[in-house]
């Protein structure tokens, strides 16, 4: 990400079995999503040569021999992203695929055996196609529940992470990025640092003489590092710490080892709670927009961060323009802000 080099999410028409240039970018292997193994990604290379490019889930299961059409299999390259560039929803495809492949067996088993039809002779996708039909469900999971079965399939977040729209809320509590603290020697051995990330890994411990304590993984998106909660300070935030929880974390640097580490002090969880009720719409007439009314617009939106975004409806006479403001000035959509915007804009920009 530091790089500027985009890591895509893995492709049943895209990616071949091991990490793959794509110009400037990183296509992600399918041998990489668990529960694929060598055999299901060899043989589905084999069926994208022979048979063309996949059009969508049923083409896939039509296309693929018998040994790519495992559930476990299927759900894994489902929940991986897989699939996502042939239009389908990967909470649509989970619902459907056992029933997809219970089908597809049975018109596979009896192609093997040579009893599908009387018409043996037309094609056999299309012969299928007739009698695969499944109705796949509309809408998709949402991010959090989306991103922790990509991780649980690929080791990681491709498609999307968890902290991208709520970086401001964590940057406006923190004094520096993690890659601040591993990247280079501008923080002291000993200094107190704050940083706000994501707990990506948690492993508790226990001393000899019985107390808990816990070293987690705390990551932004620039880097990584490990934090240690000690006895006493575990105790008082035991409570707090859990994987996939966004946190503010207080402590001391340690710079005695190679890879430095942070000995936790505090942590508190930063409030996210507003982002998922969907924007602020700001209504302003295109002959108010000036540069100071949008300058001081950006103070009042950066004086109220938090996790939703915020849209600026531009009204001309004879059209309405929509702009997405930029993910900086994501806000809190808190009363004290809808009186800063009304004061700054007047009372009809809230208006809708």
């Excluded at 924007?279 to 004086?303: D, H, N």
């Excluded at 993910?327 to 802000?337: E, I, Q, T």
């Amino acid at each position: 990400r530091r790089m500027g080099i985009k890591v895509l999410p893995p492709d049943v028409n895209e990616s071949d079995a091991d990490y793959t240039p794509r110009g400037t970018d990183i296509r992600f292997g399918l041998s990489a999503i668990r529960n694929v193994g060598d055999n299901v990604v060899a043989a589905i290379d084999a069926a994208r040569r022979e048979k063309g490019r996949f059009a969508d889930f049923k083409d896939f299961l039509n296309k693929v021999p018998a040994q790519v059409c495992n559930k476990r299999t299927v759900e894994s390259l489902i929940k991986a992203g897989a699939f996502d560039s042939l239009g389908h929803s990967r909470r649509g495809l989970v619902t459907v695929h056992a029933e997809a492949i219970d089908a597809i067996i049975e018109i596979k088993r009896n192609e093997a055996m040579g009893q599908d039809s009387l018409f043996g002779s037309l094609d056999d996708a299309g012969s299928a196609d007739a009698t695969l039909d499944f109705q796949e469900p509309v809408g998709e999971w949402d991010k959090a529940a989306l991103l922790s079965y990509e991780r649980e399939m690929l080791g990681l977040y491709v498609s999307d992470h968890p902290l991208l729209g709520v970086e401001h809320v964590l940057s406006a509590a923190a004094d520096c990025t993690i890659a601040t603290l591993t990247g280079s020697e501008e923080r002291a051995d000993g200094s107190i640092v704050t940083i706000g990330g994501m707990v990506s890994g948690l492993a508790r411990k226990v001393t000899r003489k019985g107390d808990v304590w816990a070293i987690a993984t705390v990551e932004d998106l620039e880097g990584a590092i490990e934090v240690m909660f000690f006895p006493q300070t575990y105790q008082l935030f035991a409570t707090l710490l859990a994987e996939d929880a966004v946190v503010i974390v207080k402590g001391r640097l340690d710079r005695r080892e190679d890879v430095p580490k942070l000995i936790a002090m505090d942590i508190s969880l930063p409030d996210l709670s507003e982002g998922p009720r969907g924007p602020v719409v700001i209504s302003l007439p295109v002959g108010r927009c000036t540069p100071p009314v949008v300058e001081r617009l950006k103070e009042v939106l950066a004086t109220h961060p938090g996790a939703t975004e915020v849209h600026l409806r531009l009204l001309a006479a004879s059209r309405t323009t929509v702009l997405r403001i930029d993910d900086g000035l994501r806000v809190n959509p808190s009363p004290a802000l809808m009186g800063d915007l009304k004061a700054l804009l007047g009372v009809g920009c809230l208006s809708g």
